[in-house]
């Protein structure tokens, strides 16, 4: 049995994988992530993103996330869709423009309310915020808090929800993997959009983790109860566990140790649903493009070839 097949005899709902447009033209790549014993769910890695969806005010395209979301269908892998406001990848009409908290408001709904709909019936969840914290747990400044302020977060969620009542919708953030003040922060946001009486279903940790710095799987666990004590899901989104290269056996060796503690975290909280790896071959990593110096953070090396992260993982499934 693979990744997903023991995840899902474990409880969970999926153990999945990012992909993205470009990659699927690779046939052994594609044979892979379409492996359902290791992959029950994708997440599309850029293309729901507000600057592919909606580059003009007003003119949307689906061509790209379409045919992710197409690909999971044939496939009968769940889909996460990924992600509804976000400061990054962001059109520069939404991040330039001249704006009155009103207009705003506006443009947002009219984004997630499209692009909710498009999408209604094909995502297992939404990312609906994105990154919306400083790693202090005060919030971010992006334009959408600069022109709104906190009530975007719950304003965001109340027109997902409105546009699908079913699909699940999550608070997604790196750094949260652990207890400490950006944690802290995601549950202030998790209360905040409950008490305005908007749906939450869920707090995604992005887990894009370091190897020998990967916090311990008990140190993940109270951090996950927490989360659990405000009665919503918790899934691992973007898990990835990268190294200064070169890439050695002993670092090999702890990344499989790491990735074992992180996923025994989740299967030891029954809220924790699923894992998802931000792609799974270091090939097509974002990685080394974006940490110099780093990489090797995925459980297949470049040559789509096992390394010791995947029975890591299967042995904590
Ligand atoms: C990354 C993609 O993987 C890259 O291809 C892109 O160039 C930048 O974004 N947090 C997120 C993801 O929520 O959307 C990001 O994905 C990685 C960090």
């Given at each position: 049995a693979g990744l997903h097949a023991a995840a899902v005899a474990k409880g969970k709902v999926y153990f999945g994988s990012a992909t993205d447009n470009?990659?699927?033209?690779?046939a052994a790549y594609l044979a892979q992530l379409s492996n359902k014993e290791d992959f029950g769910q994708i997440t599309p890695g850029n293309a729901q993103k507000w600057d592919s969806i909606?580059?003009?005010?007003g003119t949307f395209s689906y061509t790209k996330g379409d045919v992710i979301a197409d690909l999971a269908a044939k496939n009968d892998q769940k889909l996460r869709c990924h992600t509804l406001?976000?400061?990054?990848?962001?059109p520069s009409w939404v991040s330039s423009g001249t704006w009155t908290n009103e207009t705003l408001i506006a443009a947002m709904k009219n984004h997630i309310t499209n692009v909710v709909t498009h999408y209604k019936g094909k995502?297992?969840?939404?990312?609906?915020?994105?990154?919306?914290?400083n790693e202090d747990g005060t919030y971010r400044t992006n334009i959408f808090y600069q022109t709104i302020g906190e009530a975007y977060l719950p304003i965001a969620f109340a027109t997902a929800a409105a546009a699908d009542p079913d699909v699940k919708l999550y608070y997604n953030d790196y750094?949260?993997?652990?207890?400490?003040s950006k944690s802290t922060g995601a549950q202030r946001i998790i209360k905040l959009v409950q008490q305005y009486g908007a749906k939450i279903d869920g707090v995604g940790l992005q887990a894009h983790l370091i190897v020998g710095s990967t916090p311990s799987q008990s140190a993940q666990a109270t951090n996950l109860a927490a989360f659990a004590a405000l009665g919503v899901d918790i899934a691992y989104t973007e898990l990835d566990i990268r190294m200064t290269?070169?890439?050695t056996a002993a670092l090999l060796a702890q990344q499989a140790t790491d990735y074992k503690n992180t996923v025994a975290a989740c299967v030891a909280?029954?809220?924790?649903?699923g894992v998802t790896i931000w792609d799974y071959t270091d090939k097509y990593s974002w990685v080394p493009s974006v940490f110099s110096?780093?990489?090797?953070?995925?459980?297949?090396?470049?040559?789509?070839a096992k390394k010791p992260a995947y029975e890591a993982i299967l042995s904590a499934l």
């Open positions: 470009g990659e699927l033209t690779d909606e580059p003009t005010q406001v976000w400061h990054s990848q962001l995502c297992y969840a939404w990312d609906v915020v994105n990154e919306a914290l750094n949260i993997e652990s207890s400490g290269l070169p890439s909280n029954t809220k924790c649903i110096g780093q990489g090797a953070a995925l459980p297949w090396d470049e040559n789509l």
